[in-house]
């Protein structure tokens, strides 16, 4: 007998339990009640997040996919360890959301050098953009051309591994949407007659928005179109808040570049108003969290770049010393800068 499958999150359907994963009203349904309400209603349960990848079939293709958001954790999953005889694809999406003046051919070149100096095992590396039919178009019969009929789409949770997905097989019942840990199961479908793509599920990154902010709020703070650089100059212990999440504080005079979404609000102040903002953060913020840490980053000459999970980053244009004061236990990493 066929175990029927939510074409949403990719979990076995059921009609026993509502409190267990892949509840629906009936086994003829597309989706489970949770995936219902999400692409219905946008309410947003939680879904679990896998530990390990299904396993795969050593013999296809992986493509790892990941968001130009995640760029600090490219090749920070070394599923080629585990899987050594598959090949490997690296295919970075999303990057309508860098601006227009970015030199693709530079941050190619850096992308490969440190792919050359960390000994990833590759194919190819591909810059795309999922929303991009020509891009599309062209990724399809990439991967059509390979004589292996199991295609894996792999990547973190909210790398737009579904879109992609939902793009190259015209399955209009995937649901590519902001919801990290969406996919729970491998979903599969011909990409032609002699090649399968499967949309595996998401590997957690800890750190992440979804950690800290339920789904009504964070979808809001990923970006889903080109990144307009706000432009603040500082003057030593002045302070720009990003939404009531983010608190970056000049310890010296400097000028500093963030890229979010269009939806976040900035709130300039000062250092030792800090506390007493975060005390007051429910009338002050629309978006805020119980915990902070701060931290205080001396950065290096040239151009670096201040990641903070996966909803902004920052570039400061030069050696500079700042104060951060951000959600404790949030991922923040400084590297040098995607573009000049």
């Known amino acids: 007998m066929k175990i029927e499958t939510c074409k949403g999150c990719g979990a076995p359907l059921q009609t026993n339990d509502q409190n267990k994963r892949g509840y629906a009203l009936s086994l003829e349904h597309d989706y489970c009640q949770s995936c219902y309400k999400l692409y219905h209603y946008g309410e947003a349960n939680e879904h679990f997040h896998p530990e390990d990848l299904p396993k795969l079939n050593a013999h296809g293709v992986a493509v790892m996919v990941s968001s130009v958001m995640a760029f600090d954790m490219l090749f920070e999953y070394p599923v080629y360890r585990y899987e050594p005889q598959m090949t490997f694809i690296y295919v970075i999406n999303q990057m309508d959301l860098l601006p227009e003046s970015t030199n693709m051919d530079k941050l190619f070149e850096h992308i490969m050098s440190k792919a050359r100096a960390m000994r990833i095992p590759f194919k190819d590396i591909i810059f795309m953009t999922a929303h991009n039919p020509y891009d599309i178009e062209n990724l399809k019969d990439y991967l059509m051309s390979f004589n292996k009929k199991n295609i894996y789409l792999i990547g973190v949770q909210n790398a737009g591994k579904t879109t992609l997905f939902k793009a190259l097989t015209l ?34 990154q800890e750190g992440y928005l979804h950690q800290f902010l339920p789904y009504t709020k964070y979808k809001k703070l990923l970006p889903q179109e080109t990144m307009n650089p706000r432009i603040f100059q500082l003057r030593e ?12 504080t000049a310890l010296e005079p400097m000028n500093i570049v ?9 709130h300039k102040t ?21 915990h902070y840490e701060k931290k205080i980053y001396k950065l290096g000459k040239g151009k670096q770049q201040l990641t903070c999970a996966d909803f902004t980053f920052i570039h400061f244009t030069d050696i500079s010393k700042v104060e951060v004061t951000y959600p404790k236990g949030m991922h923040m990493t400084v590297t040098k800068a995607l573009f000049e």
């Open 270 to 290: 000062n250092q030792q108003k800090i506390d007493d903002l975060l005390l007051k953060k429910e009338t002050m913020f629309n978006t805020y969290v119980d």
């Open 237 to 248: 212990k002045q302070t720009v808040f990003i939404e009531g999440l983010i608190a970056i």
């Open 171 to 204: 399955d209009d019942k995937a649901l590519a949407l902001n919801k990290a840990g969406l996919t729970q199961e491998a979903i599969d479908a011909n990409l032609d007659e002699n090649h399968v793509l499967w949309d595996m599920p998401g590997l957690y």
């Open 258 to 266: 963030i890229y979010g979404s269009k939806h976040i609000t900035y």
